[in-house]
């Protein structure tokens, strides 16, 4: 697509970037079929094409609205247009510039500016995180009914097993929410790893990965968040951890992007970039192993839901499928896999109507042929997919140490 970026733009390397991706969009307007928000509205403005065209005119130096912000803020960043685009267009890179211009050029009314401040306040940090969940169960009673859906049952802070020593290392990520919403999912993790003669290790200083900021257009924070975590692992990269662990898939995809997050940066492009090479979702590790220890008889059937972030971030679709079968599980099918959750990072929080229609049509689907549970692979979806279904949802490692 022609361009006509202002020169004084183009001089830098957001601009060079944007320019370069927008270039790259033919127009085609292919994306659209597997967007789920277009799916949904129907309208062209909240497809992956019409977003683009919207950040093009906003670059361009075309006024913007509110309208522009929405249109922006309803996109899922599940990246289905990216899989789809024969064209190989970046688009969530130029969705993080859209987002961050929108956010100086058109400023939200000042609640939601509050709400977003909050958020970012809270979820990023594990032990602020457990104390709102604390009291938000003593409150539960009060709550309405909408809310106390997404209350888990058991939230609190988990703490981890003492792994084993093994000549064999790998960090692991322990993030910032799953620890007080799923600590059952790094424990079984730690002791899969054990079986197979790997020591995990888990740095205290590392913490959130940086994906909800970053999300939430704040990337001077999302950057703090990032070099935290490089400065708590690089003692045990440089000592051979071959690997940094990720059983979310959320935060798996975010660690493989550090290295072009800080690619201009003078301290740390050299040490993001190694730390990206090293990032491993779990099935990319275990798939190399000897799993024989692991294998199954005989298992109930049961539907797996592989999160965007697996599928079309780290585009490791099928992989978790398979891993799965030949240990022996009985995996029933899904019709439209390709489609998000409707979890989305704090999606559900701030689109709620869009978010809890894509969770329902999920579980539909997921439920369809009658599995014993839904397994799947970020914490996310796992508590958005279990606040519509009485059916156990669980991450699909827990299912190996059962
Ligand atoms: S993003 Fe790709 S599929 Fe969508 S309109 Fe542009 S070139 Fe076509
Ligand atoms: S990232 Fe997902 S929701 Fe956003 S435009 Fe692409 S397909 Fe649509």
């Not at 492009?269 to 199954?296: G, H, Q, Y």
């Not at 490791?316 to 489609?339: F, I, M």
């Not at 990072?345 to 978010?355: K, M, V």
């Not at 059916?391 to 059962?402: A, C, D, G, P, T």
Request: hydrophobic share 35%.
């Amino acid at each position: 697509m022609q361009t006509k970026l202002p020169e004084s733009l183009l001089r830098t390397p957001v601009g060079q970037k944007a320019d370069s991706i927008l270039r790259a969009c033919v127009h085609c307007g292919f994306c659209n079929a597997t967007c789920p928000t277009y799916q949904l509205l129907g309208d062209e403005l909240d497809g992956p094409r019409g977003r683009i065209y919207q950040i093009k005119q906003m670059l361009e130096g075309e006024p913007v609205s509110d309208k522009t912000r929405l249109h922006l803020d309803r996109c899922l960043t599940c990246r289905n247009c990216e899989t789809t685009c024969p064209s190989g267009v970046r688009y969530h890179e130029l969705l993080d510039i859209g987002r961050e211009m929108i956010e100086q050029r058109q400023p939200r009314p000042l609640a939601e500016t509050l709400q977003r401040r909050l958020l970012l306040m809270v979820l990023p940090h594990t032990r602020r995180f457990a104390l709102l969940m604390q009291l938000a169960s003593i409150a539960k009673p009060l709550l309405p009914k909408s809310l106390r859906a997404k209350l888990p049952q058991n939230s609190g802070l988990h703490s981890l097993p003492k792994p084993a020593q093994h000549q064999r290392k790998m960090l692991l990520l322990d993030g910032c929410v799953q620890p007080v919403l799923q600590g059952g999912t790094n424990a079984a993790t730690i002791d899969v790893l054990d079986q197979l003669g790997i020591e995990t290790i888990v740095a205290k200083e590392a913490g959130c990965c940086g994906a909800m900021a970053q999300h939430m257009a704040n990337p001077g924070l999302a950057k703090q968040q990032i070099t935290q975590n490089i400065d708590a692992w690089w003692p045990h990269v440089e000592a051979g951890a071959e690997a940094i662990i990720s059983t979310a898939s959320g935060c798996g995809l975010m660690l493989k992007e550090y290295g072009a997050l800080l690619e201009h940066d003078p301290d740390y492009a050299d040490k993001a970039a190694t730390i990206s090479n090293l990032s491993r979702d779990i099935v990319e590790v275990l798939e190399k192993e000897d799993l024989t220890p692991l294998a199954r008889k005989q298992a109930a059937p049961i539907a797996f839901h592989p999160p965007c972030t697996l599928q079309h971030g780290q585009q490791l679709n099928g992989r978790v499928e398979a891993l799965l079968s030949k240990l022996g599980y009985q995996l029933t099918p899904v019709h439209d896999k390709h489609l998000c959750c409707g979890s989305a990072g704090t999606y559900s929080i701030f689109q709620p109507e869009i978010a809890t229609q894509l969770r329902d049509n999920k579980l539909d689907n997921l439920l369809a042929n009658e599995p014993t549970l839904i397994a799947t692979a970020n914490i996310g979806c796992q508590q958005h997919l279990q606040s519509g279904t009485g059916k156990e949802v669980v991450h699909w490692i827990e299912l190996l140490v059962r």
